[in-house]
Structures are given as C-alpha cells and as structure tokens.
C-alpha cells in the first residue's frame, strides 16, 4: 500500500511539474461563436444600440469565449445573480486580451473583464466583487445614461459632467453591486480592502522583486557600476490627488464608503473561493502569460521582461517565461540596432519600483552589448531546446548583426574572464608543438588559437568567455555569415522577371477614410477597402499567382470560431509587425502561422494600410495664399479651384513580408496631398503589386 501511494505521489508530482512547463499558447475560442457578438457587428451603425468600441475589438481578435477562463467567469456570474434569473439572460461576460486591469459594462448587457484583471487579482471573492460592480451598471442602465449626459452644448460643461456623473455612477454601482449582488453570494466581506488595492496600484508589475546583476552579469564579465541603480524610485502613494477630472472617483475614497457600508456584517461562514482554488490559480497563471504575450506583441518589452522575470519566482522552470526573456532581449536588441528603442522602452524617469532597474539598465547598454547579451541568452535558451526552431532563427539572426552588420571578428571576443591580465595566463605549450604538414592545414585550424585579452577590450568582448570555444557555437557563426553573405548575393543578382511567385496571401487592405470633423466615414472606408482586395486580387491572377486571404472579419459578418480563431492570430502578427515598424526580424507570433501557410505553398504575406482624410490649412495660410492669387489675377482661376474641391491628404504602406524568416522583403509608403486622393491611392497600390509581382 506505501509503495502505490508513492507512486501516485510521484506520479501526480510529475504530472504537474509536466503541466506547469507545457508551452503556453494563447487561448482559443471553442463552441459557436456567441449570438450576441454576431448581433454587435450586424448593428447598424445609426442605432442607439451599436457600439464601435465593442465591434472594433472584436475585428482585431481581442475577445475571448468558451474557454477556461470565461467558464471560470460564468459560474461567478451565476452564482452572482442566483437571484435575478431574468437578468442572467441579459448579462454576458467575455475575456479581453488587454494588459490593463480593468472591467467594461457597455450598452447591450456585454460584460468585458480584461486578462490584465483576471492577471492582478489575489483570490476569487475579489474578482465576485469586480463582476458584482459591473453587473450593477448594467442593473442600473448606467451606459445608456452615460450616453444621454455626454450629449451637452458646450465641450467643457460636457467632459465637467461626464465625468462628474461617471463618478456618481461608480459608487452607485459600488453600493448596489454590494447590497444587491456581492451580499447575496457566499464571497467574504473581509477581501474587498484587496480589491482596491488591486485597483490602486494596478500600473505596477505582478510583483515588486529586487533585480540583481547576476541576472544580466556572469563570473566572466561585468557592466560598469553607473549601468545600476543605487536605489530605485518609491512607489507613489496616489491617495490624495484630486478626482475631478477622472472618469472613476479616487480609489480611497471608494475603499472608505465600502468600508462603511459592510460594518457589522458578519463574515462568518463566507469563503475566498466558491470553485476550487485550483481554477483560480491556473486562470490566473494564464492570464499572466497572456498579460506577457500582449507585453510581446506591443514591443514594450521592459514591462515583458521584469514581468517574467517576476513569474519566474512563481512558476520555477516554465519554458514559455524562457521565451519571453529571450524575446525581450533579442527585441530591444533589433530595435537598438535600427534606432527606434526609443519607441518601445519607457523612460526610466516615469518608471516607480524595483521595474525602475530595468528600465534603466535597458537605456545604458550600447548596440553591441544588447547584441551580445540577447546572443547569450538565446544560445542558452537553444542548448536546452535545440529542436525550438524560433530559438535557431533568433541565433542566427543575432550572428548576423554581431558578425555582419556590425563587423566584429570571431577573435574580438575573448578567451578569459574580464579583469585577467595577458601576462598572468600560462597556455599549456603542447599547443605550440602542434605539427602540420602544410600551410593550408595551419590556416584550416587557425580558429583553435585562444584570444588573449586586450588592453583595448571592454565589457562587450568578455561577454561570450563561456561559449565561445562551443564547436557549435563556431560552426553557427560561419553558418550564419555564409547565409548573409548569400542573402547579399542574391539581393544584388536578382532582377525583374527571375523570380516568380506562385501564391500569395494577402491580408485584406484596411483603409479609413474620415470626413472634415475628423469621424471616419465607416461605410467610405469598407468600400476603398473591398475595392482595393478586388483590384489586388485581379492583378494577382493576371500573373498567375494563386491568392488566398486571412486576417480580417468575414465579409458577411457572421464568422464561425474556427474564422475567429484564425483572425485572433493573425491580428496578433499583424500587431507585432506593426510595433516593429516592419523591420526585418524572427517574429514570435509568426510560430501560430506557419502551418496555415504551409498549407498555401507560400510563406509570403502582403498588406496595405491607408487613412484618407481632409487637408486642413492653418487661417494664415489661407489669408496668404488669397492675398497671392488676388495680386496674380492669372492665377485667380486656380485659387478658386483650391478653394472649392475638397484637397485630401492620403498616407498609406504597401508591405510584402515573409512570415517564415520574418523578412520584410518590400516596403513603400504613400504621403500626398491632392484632390484625387482615391486615384493616387489606386495607382500606388497597382504598381506596388504589380512591380513585386513581376519578380
């Protein structure tokens, strides 16, 4: 009997460990796709009822359904409005893949609680409490009256009001959402003092940990000292700023009225967790490394990489916060290398806590350190999964900049630890006593001398002591340098009408058009869009190359879940490519596509994005430009014409990428500003095509 149970023990131990190092992929959607999401996008955008908001992200792929974590949220919910049957059938919670801690009750009884919620929160009774407040705004018809109030005369008065009346609604909803809902439930009374600490201190990381050097540091080389922080920013405490012009009344003010309200209630037999706290713990868990995934997609990769090295804390040896670390650095990295990290690292001066580190560090290292320390993790990261075909491309990509790029040599990284002087090292003479029979066997092995340090050395050349006599690692190097030396051949040999696709797969064109007051004109946009998908299509089949599409919402606006699925994955590679810049790199989120593009015989992928809106001139342009047509009666002709047909300015991207290898291998841009914006639009992209396409 002791011996089953130990097995069970190990067993169950060995199971677990298994489940907690599986990769994690972001959920998808399973059963039929929700009646009330279809009836969101068939809305009419002239009625009361539509809402942009909820129809734009469900085209980006930003909502959940049917999975574990909205199961986890109906039973809350139920247990919730136990009381309130008819009102159950109104009430529809969704997940929203947003980072951002917060919960959205809208205008048809939909219910939004983002993963950054779900992410945050410490214990079951917490989310209750959450889900409770929400389903009062939609008990009281808050959005409905929200609507009405923000439709005032003068533009102050309005947002004064608004927000006025969006304060008063939010403890409204506190008090009924308590009384009504929460009191009702078998939730503890004595965690809602969590709840708004979740609130208040929602911009901060999972957890505030100390990050050392030993995270970026080894026993062969060190950063400089002004690389770190003597001491991080505190935390401000943002109890006594002023709520006036905030959409939600200050968080302590709302703690003391709950606070008030549950006095002398007793919490006696009421629970932190209603579902086992198993169920919490895994929503929890997979909402985190979603929060890290969206961290990933949006390039904010300070934010992605403190978060997992927080995780790591928690979930010891999980492969996919592996992943994330290594993402962070090689992104940063190729953002370094292009000259755009400003655009995805946050100041360290608007950074509170232990993040603070991070955030600083990431500003001091130079290009070829972030080069070489991503090279380092991500070499790591291979030798532990070397059949993780992501981590290979990421290596060789590095390689590629260190080696190509950036010119430094094989012998520009030493042998020996940092801090070691030349005169101390004693080489074992038998290496010296090698016999070769020729010249050429010499030079074939010249890549075994060791590197001695250099007085001219600095950090970035100790920097790979502990790889850099890997056999591996050398026969990786000259791959890589082989393969840039190639991909340069090719790019100079390579001329029209020498290389012909066979397919392609074209992400239906996105453009918005947007009238004088600066509202897109929703049905303009859709027609330019279908018509340019036309016109690409045509153009396609005119070179006999098959077309496939993906990417957006189905044109009948009814999509099935396996549609949304597909649309969920490509906006996330479409986010990503778009946060680069479309700079050429290993894309994380290319991983979910490449079987679906195997299944097409092609890797490449083409989209255009356009906005078309009017051109507004400054009054002393005016005034000067009617001054010099007056003086210039000639001219009076073309002033009136410029005066009267409408002038549009037209900005848009013609890309053509390879999902695969993460290249971008064409790239234009459109940025005019004439009458016949829809023309201009149409001949750039026909003879974008139509150029690629004669390749």
């Not at 709520?243 to 200050?250: G, R, Y």
């Amino acid at each position: 009997m002791t011996t089953l149970l130990g097995f069970l023990f190990c067993w169950w131990t060995y199971m677990g460990a298994q489940t907690q190092n599986a990769m994690f992929v972001m959920p998808e959607c399973t059963g039929a796709f929700p009646s009330t999401l279809t009836e969101a996008l068939n809305t009419p955008r002239s009625a009361k009822s539509y809402n942009p908001m909820l129809v734009s992200l469900l085209k980006e792929g930003r909502i959940l359904y049917g999975t574990p974590m909205n199961d986890y949220l109906d039973n809350i919910a139920e247990k919730l409005m136990q009381d309130h049957p008819q009102l159950q059938n109104q009430v529809h919670f969704y997940v929203l893949l947003s980072p951002r801690v917060n919960a959205y009750a809208l205008n048809n009884g939909v219910i939004l609680v983002t993963t950054g919620m779900l992410a945050q929160i410490t214990n079951e009774a917490e989310l209750a409490f959450v889900m409770a407040h929400e389903i009062a705004h939609v008990y009281l018809h808050h959005a409905q009256q929200t609507e009405k109030s923000s439709r005032k005369s003068s533009y102050v008065t309005k947002y004064l009001n608004y927000h006025q009346h969006s304060r008063e609604q939010e403890l409204e909803a506190d008090r009924v959402g308590l009384t009504v809902f929460y009191q009702n439930s078998p939730y503890s009374y004595e965690v809602l003092d969590g709840v708004y600490d979740v609130l208040k201190y929602s911009h901060l990381p999972f957890d505030e940990l100390p990050f050392s050097r030993k995270e970026v540091e080894t026993d062969f080389y060190h950063f400089p000292d002004n690389y770190f922080l003597t001491n991080v920013s505190p935390i401000t405490d943002r109890s006594g700023i002023t709520d006036t012009l905030f959409t939600h009344p200050n968080v302590d003010r709302r703690r003391e009225v709950a606070k008030a309200m549950i006095h002398g209630w007793s919490d006696e037999g009421r629970v932190k967790y209603w579902q086992d706290k198993s169920r919490f713990d895994e929503v929890n868990r997979t909402a985190r490394l979603a929060c890290i995934d969206l961290y990933l997609q949006n390039h904010l990769y300070d934010k992605a990489y403190y978060n997992a090295f927080v995780l790591q804390e928690v979930y010891p040896g999980d492969v996919y916060l592996q992943k994330a670390e290594v993402a962070s650095l090689y992104g940063v990295a190729k953002h370094k290398l292009d000259g755009s990290l400003n655009d995805v690292i946050a100041s360290y001066r608007d950074v509170e806590g232990e993040m603070q580190q991070v955030s600083y560090l990431f500003s001091k290292l130079t290009r070829n350190e972030w080069s070489v320390l991503a090279l380092r993790e991500a070499w790591k990261a291979y030798r532990q999964h070397p059949k993780d075909e992501y981590y290979e491309r990421v290596v060789l990509d590095l390689m590629k900049d260190i080696f190509v790029k950036e010119k430094m040599q094989y012998n520009d990284f030493c042998d020996f630890p940092q801090g070691m002087l030349k005169e101390d090292i004693h080489l074992d003479p038998t290496n010296d006593t090698v016999h070769y029979d020729n010249k050429y066997d010499r030079l074939k092995n010249n890549g075994n001398a060791m590197v001695l340090p250099d007085k001219k050395f600095k950090t970035v050349n100790y920097m790979l002591v502990d790889i850099h006599r890997d056999s591996l690692f050398f026969a990786m190097m000259n791959r890589a340098s082989a393969d840039a030396v190639n991909e340069q051949i090719m790019d100079a040999i390579t001329q029209p009408n020498t290389v012909k696709s066979s397919a392609l797969l074209i992400i239906p064109p996105e453009v918005r058009c947007y009238a004088k007051n600066k509202e897109e004109k929703v049905e303009a946009s859709h027609r330019q869009s279908e018509h340019l998908l036309k016109m690409m299509t045509r153009m396609a089949k005119k070179y006999k190359v098959e077309t496939a599409a993906a990417g957006s919402m189905p044109a009948d606006k009814h999509p099935n879940t396996r549609q949304y699925n597909d649309l969920m994955k490509w906006q996330r590679w479409l986010h990503d490519y778009a946060n680069a810049g479309a700079m050429s790199m290993t894309y994380l989120t290319s991983d979910d596509l490449e079987e679906f593009m195997d299944s097409l015989g092609t890797h490449q992928v083409c989209y255009v994005g356009a906005v078309q809106q009017y051109h507004s001139m400054s009054s002393f342009n005016k005034y000067m430009y009617l001054i010099l047509t007056l003086t210039n009666p000639i001219m009076i002709p073309v002033g009136i014409a410029d005066f009267c047909v409408p002038i549009r300015n037209t900005r848009a991207q013609f890309v053509v990428a390879d999902i695969v290898n993460g290249k971008t291998m064409v790239s234009k841009s459109l940025n005019t500003t004439e009458a016949s914006s829809r023309v201009l639009l149409d001949n750039f992209v026909y003879t974008q095509l139509r150029n690629y396409l004669a390749r």
